[in-house]
């Protein structure tokens, strides 16, 4: 891996399309937090979302980009 592509890949994580999706993933977080009756299930319900919307805002930044 050269020193260009992670410039490239640091390219992709401050447009918008990033965090407009880290955003939603977080508001989704909160509300999960706010909804489960227990830590325990907050947790396992927040650390495969926060997962998950890291990967697809990533993604869709990526593909933004290829086209």
């Known amino acids: 891996m050269s020193l260009l592509d992670l410039l490239d890949v640091a390219d992709m994580l401050v ?3 990033f965090f407009i999706g880290i955003g939603i993933t977080a508001l989704l977080c909160g509300l999960a937090v706010l909804i489960a009756p227990s830590a325990a299930l907050a947790w396992a319900i927040c650390v495969p979302l926060c ?3 890291l990967f697809l805002s990533f993604r869709w930044q990526a593909q933004a980009s290829d086209g």
Do not use: E, F, N, Q
């Open 15 to 17: 447009h918008w399309r």
């Open 51 to 53: 997962i998950a919307g």
